[in-house]
């Protein structure tokens, strides 16, 4: 076959001048890359998912980005992750190939991804997606485009948990074991405790509630009348929407499950625990479940059952029965009352019982070495959480009715080393910082506008304390660095959770109204930890409309603006130097924002 012979380069004689331009275009290209990687990496690198889960120092990394530099926009995810939960993905454990327990309901536990694994994009609403209904219509009412799964209502549709109604889903009160109306449910419960004028909250003694495997959470809406707030738990399980239902709603709720580990709550935060048709054994391993109801649960706390092993007369129902009750006795438990369908069970108020057990009696005390506040990845443990000293000999916890407690100091001050003054001061401080941010936002907010609301870094729950004229409930996440402060806000009657922000946070996409985060980014780039993750991530949970208040280092805040029109949250802004308290540290500023509502084809 014939060749075409090389044009003569006419520089030189011979190939050599073609080997030369062959190679100074290799030597070109190879410098186009490498200046295109370097662009990447300079860019680029907060959001490359090999890179994102550790950080460059926060200072370094800013004064290495140009003043003008803006990223425009990030990549949105599929639509088939549009309820995304990073950490309660059960698509991740086939990947990882994870061997967990499914009897001990590990499954349902926390497992997140590694860095190389997080979805680096935003995660889009769902088709014909609509500001959510405001509160208090929200209770009754959703639109079902925000959440499209009618399964619940076809299945429990006998006991009236939801209703599909055109383009809404209502929600009648009903629940597996009060189909005429959790509001009449109450009451019973009430009753059968002989509290005054028929009302649970007891002249405002019983406050926290623990509702485990609530369904829609009807028993949680129904308790907010009486001043009663309820931490609404239920897994993603095969009703794997009906928390979403809940917070949907504004209604408190959270993920979670009584596996293998401790509930992210501290000991005593609890004046009351509910199961009704909770389907949860708690026989099992020696009792460990109940044994974790009972760590959370005060001095003098009730555990309400209802369920067909309190009143079945078959041998099976039976069995359990006695089996259970064998165990409550063991645990010094007693019955405060049984009526119908329902049984209800109180804690002793001292240590005298546990004392007056004979040798070897099982469950077993704790060891005097067992935190029982350590709450963060704790395994659960069968055995029985005795009182502190103070605790038995006071008879009690020692709280003042709701809502004396919400200002009062908690006894529990002393064991983090925090005087009552400085309590005090930190009430006043966080009231007036409140009244400063509600200024700075009056002139786009309604009085409706708010409903969920999370306080990211919560310290003492000053910031919700101030928002309770407000018809909101607060999450408060207290860092699992600081875990032992989340006592003193259930003390304090409200309510919130362990957490550790370099992980995303169990709970469905769009969760929240209002997310507040102060120093928050400072503390996760102390860790080492990727503050464009936690934007991601707070985007995740952010409703569309919803605000962001961000209280941080003035470069913390201008890294931050520079990533708004990415993160489409720049549909409102608002930047203040606040005032000096005794709060402050060095340098801050206070930047709120609002997210855009968009749709996935953006």
Same mark, same amino acid.
């Given at each position: 076959?014939?060749?075409?012979?090389?044009?003569?380069?006419?520089?030189?004689?011979?190939?050599?001048?073609?080997?030369?331009?062959?190679?100074?275009?290799?030597?070109?290209?190879?410098?186009?890359?490498?200046?295109?990687?370097?662009?990447?990496?300079?860019?680029?690198?907060?959001?490359?998912?090999?890179?994102?889960?550790?950080?460059?120092?926060?200072?370094?990394?800013?004064?290495?980005?140009?003043?003008?530099?803006?990223?425009?926009?990030?990549?949105?995810?599929?639509?088939?992750?549009?309820?995304?939960?990073?950490?309660?993905?059960?698509?991740?454990?086939?990947?990882?190939?994870?061997?967990?327990?499914?009897?001990?309901?590990?499954?349902?536990?926390?497992?997140?991804?590694?860095?190389?694994?997080?979805?680096?994009?935003?995660?889009?609403?769902?088709?014909?997606?609509?500001?959510?209904?405001?509160?208090?219509?929200?209770?009754?009412?959703?639109?079902?485009?925000?959440?499209?799964?009618?399964?619940?209502?076809?299945?429990?549709?006998?006991?009236?948990?939801?209703?599909?109604?055109?383009?809404?889903?209502?929600?009648?009160?009903?629940?597996?074991?009060?189909?005429?109306?959790?509001?009449?449910?109450?009451?019973?419960?009430?009753?059968?405790?002989?509290?005054?004028?028929?009302?649970?909250?007891?002249?405002?003694?019983?406050?926290?509630?623990?509702?485990?495997?609530?369904?829609?959470?009807?028993?949680?809406?129904?308790?907010?009348?009486?001043?009663?707030?309820?931490?609404?738990?239920?897994?993603?399980?095969?009703?794997?929407?009906?928390?979403?239902?809940?917070?949907?709603?504004?209604?408190? +709720?959270? #993920?979670?499950?009584?596996?293998? @580990?401790?509930?992210?709550? &501290?000991? /005593?935060?609890? =004046? *009351?625990?509910?199961? !009704?048709?909770?389907?949860?054994?708690?026989?099992?391993?020696?009792?460990?479940?109940?044994?974790?109801?009972?760590?959370?649960?005060?001095?003098?706390?009730?555990?309400?059952?209802?369920?067909?092993?309190?009143?079945?007369?078959?041998?099976?129902?039976?069995?359990?029965?006695?089996?259970?009750?064998?165990?409550?006795?063991?645990?010094?438990?007693?019955?405060?009352?049984?009526?119908?369908?329902?049984?209800?069970?109180?804690?002793?108020?001292?240590?005298?019982?546990?004392?007056?057990?004979?040798?070897?009696?099982?469950?077993?005390?704790?060891?005097?070495?067992?935190?029982?506040?350590?709450?963060?990845?704790?395994?659960?443990?069968?055995?029985?959480?005795?009182?502190?000293?103070?605790?038995?000999?006071?008879?009690? +916890?020692? #709280?003042?009715?709701?809502?004396? @407690?919400?200002?009062?100091? &908690?006894? /529990?001050?002393? =064991? *983090?080393?925090?005087? !009552?003054?400085?309590?005090?001061?930190?009430?006043?401080?966080?009231?007036?910082?409140?009244?400063?941010?509600?200024?700075?936002?009056?002139?786009?907010?309604?009085?409706?506008?708010?409903?969920?609301?999370?306080?990211?870094?919560?310290?003492?729950?000053?910031?919700?304390?101030?928002?309770?004229?407000?018809?909101?409930?607060?999450?408060?996440?207290?860092?699992?660095?600081?875990?032992?402060?989340?006592?003193?806000?259930?003390?304090?009657?409200?309510?919130?959770?362990?957490?550790?922000?370099?992980?995303?946070?169990?709970?469905?996409?769009?969760?929240?109204?209002?997310?507040?985060?102060?120093?928050?980014?400072?503390?996760?780039?102390?860790?080492?930890?990727?503050?464009?993750?936690?934007?991601?991530?707070?985007?995740?949970?952010?409703?569309?409309?919803?605000?962001?208040?961000?209280?941080?280092?003035?470069?913390?805040?201008?890294?931050?603006?520079?990533?708004?029109?990415?993160?489409?949250?720049?549909?409102?802004?608002?930047?203040?130097?606040?005032?000096?308290?005794?709060?402050?540290?060095?340098?801050?500023?206070?930047?709120?924002?609002?997210?855009?509502?968009?749709?996935?084809?953006?």
């Amino acid at each position: 076959m014939m060749m075409t012979k090389p044009p003569q380069s006419r520089g030189g004689g011979g190939g050599g001048g073609g080997a030369l331009g062959r190679r100074g275009f290799a030597a070109l290209l190879a410098a186009a890359v490498i200046a295109l990687a370097l662009l990447c990496l300079f860019y680029g690198a907060a959001f490359a998912p090999t890179l994102r889960s550790r950080s460059l120092p926060l200072q370094r990394r800013f004064e290495a980005v140009p003043v003008d530099l803006a990223l425009s926009s990030l990549p949105v995810c599929d639509a088939r992750y549009s309820e995304l939960i990073p950490c309660l993905d059960r698509g991740l454990h086939n990947q990882l190939r994870l061997r967990l327990n499914l009897s001990l309901m590990e499954h349902y536990e926390r497992h997140c991804p590694p860095a190389p694994r997080r979805l680096n994009c935003l995660i889009p609403p769902p088709a014909g997606y609509r500001v959510p209904i405001r509160w208090p219509r929200s209770r009754d009412e959703v639109w079902k485009a925000n959440i499209p799964h009618t399964h619940l209502a076809s299945e429990k549709s006998d006991q009236r948990w939801m209703v599909v109604n055109g383009d809404k889903i209502n929600f009648p009160g009903g629940g597996t074991h009060f189909h005429a109306g959790a509001d009449k449910y109450i009451v019973h419960l009430a009753q059968m405790l002989n509290f005054p004028n028929g009302k649970l909250n007891n002249e405002g003694n019983i406050r926290n509630v623990l509702d485990v495997g609530c369904g829609v959470a009807s028993f949680g809406a129904y308790l907010l009348p009486l001043d009663i707030i309820a931490i609404s738990l239920a897994p993603n399980d095969v009703h794997e929407n009906q928390i979403q239902f809940a917070l949907e709603r504004g209604i408190p +709720s959270t #993920l979670g499950v009584l596996g293998t @580990r401790r509930l992210p709550y &501290p000991s /005593r935060s609890f =004046e *009351l625990a509910h199961c !009704s048709r909770c389907r949860i054994d708690w026989l099992q391993r020696d009792g460990i479940l109940l044994l974790e109801v009972d760590r959370v649960l005060r001095p003098g706390g009730y555990f309400v059952y209802s369920s067909p092993e309190a009143y079945a007369m078959d041998p099976f129902n039976r069995n359990i029965w006695r089996k259970m009750s064998d165990l409550a006795l063991r645990m010094c438990w007693q019955i405060a009352s049984k009526e119908d369908q329902t049984v209800i069970w109180v804690k002793p108020l001292t240590n005298e019982c546990y004392m007056k057990r004979e040798p070897g009696t099982l469950p077993p005390m704790c060891d005097h070495d067992d935190d029982p506040d350590a709450a963060w990845n704790v395994p659960m443990k069968a055995c029985v959480t005795p009182f502190s000293e103070r605790v038995h000999k006071v008879k009690g +916890s020692n #709280l003042l009715p709701w809502p004396q @407690r919400l200002t009062a100091p &908690p006894p /529990r001050l002393e =064991e *983090l080393g925090i005087s !009552s003054n400085n309590f005090s001061d930190d009430n006043e401080i966080w009231h007036s910082r409140v009244i400063q941010y509600w200024k700075l936002m009056k002139s786009e907010i309604q009085k409706d506008s708010f409903r969920n609301v999370i306080d990211m870094n919560a310290n003492l729950g000053g910031f919700a304390a101030s928002l309770r004229k407000k018809d909101v409930w607060v999450m408060n996440v207290v860092p699992s660095t600081e875990s032992g402060k989340l006592k003193i806000i259930y003390d304090r009657g409200l309510l919130g959770t362990i957490h550790d922000w370099c992980e995303s946070f169990s709970t469905y996409p769009r969760t929240y109204d209002l997310l507040h985060a102060w120093l928050l980014f400072s503390e996760v780039e102390k860790q080492g930890c990727s503050v464009e993750d936690l934007l991601i991530e707070m985007d995740r949970i952010l409703r569309p409309h919803g605000y962001v208040i961000i209280r941080d280092k003035v470069a913390v805040i201008n890294h931050i603006k520079k990533l708004l029109p990415a993160l489409r949250w720049d549909d409102w802004s608002s930047e203040v130097k606040p005032k000096k308290d005794a709060l402050l540290s060095g340098d801050e500023r206070v930047l709120i924002v609002r997210k855009k509502l968009w749709k996935q084809t953006l």
